[in-house]
């Protein structure tokens, strides 16, 4: 089980805008980081910090944490944002993962 | 540039023991959060054991007491020793830099046979 809830799937068609929740107790007392994670690949960190993106990362990807619900915003979504997305806050872990499909 | 590469995984007996190595470059594992993260085939991220710049370290529920995280400064390289190993310990192990987990491995893949 994962103290980090997120929905195991989300679709977007493309140009669109998707979110991706993550839900845990007292989330926004905790920074909240997201992996973008390809078929075969490692994870790659896209947001950190719950709203900062590191170098390299497009601007379309977002972040936000209030409550107990932290979101990762795709604006205009690429086919090339299809992958799976985990949430992840320390002393949490990860969440169990969103399959984002673009269609 | 920051490069980690994980190496040490294979096929083990469940009760066997493996050392999986995580060699650092582009930067100093001293100076840094140093984390395992597994993932089991078709399933999601695990965080697995931390070790802190100061030298503390931590480990998850499912595998203390069993597994142990270790650095060697000279060879700036990370390790993690797993022993008593069990079928679910089947995973791809990755090693990853600092509390965001900012660069990961492409890991090293655990298989343990009943």
């Known amino acids: 089980s994962y103290d980090l809830i997120q929905p195991p799937s989300v679709s977007v068609s493309p140009g669109q805008t998707a979110n991706i929740t993550c839900s845990g107790k007292?989330?926004?007392?905790?920074?909240c980081c997201w992996f973008q994670q390809k078929p075969g690949q490692s994870p790659v960190l896209v947001i950190y910090e719950d709203t900062q993106r590191p170098s390299g990362i497009p601007e379309r990807f977002s972040g936000s944490n209030s409550g107990n619900t932290a979101t990762l915003t795709i604006s205009g979504t690429q086919a090339i944002d299809e992958a799976d997305y985990y949430c992840q806050a320390w002393d949490s872990g990860f969440g169990g993962g969103t399959k984002l499909t673009v269609l | 540039e920051v490069q980690l590469v994980e190496s040490g995984g294979g096929l083990i007996q469940a009760g066997g023991s493996l050392r999986l190595s995580c060699a650092a470059s582009g930067f100093s594992v001293s100076s840094n959060y140093m984390s395992w993260v597994r993932q089991a085939p078709g399933q999601g991220l695990e965080w697995v054991s931390v070790f802190y710049p100061g030298g503390r370290t931590d480990y998850a529920d499912s595998v203390k007491g069993r597994f142990t995280i270790s650095r060697d400064i000279s060879k700036n390289t990370l390790f993690l020793q797993l022993n008593n190993l069990r079928v679910e310990d089947t995973a791809l192990y990755f090693c990853?830099?600092?509390?965001?987990?900012?660069?990961w491995g492409r890991g090293t893949l655990v298989t343990v046979s009943s």
């Open positions: 990853a830099r600092d509390l965001t987990f900012d660069f």
């Open positions: 007292n989330l926004e007392d905790k920074y």
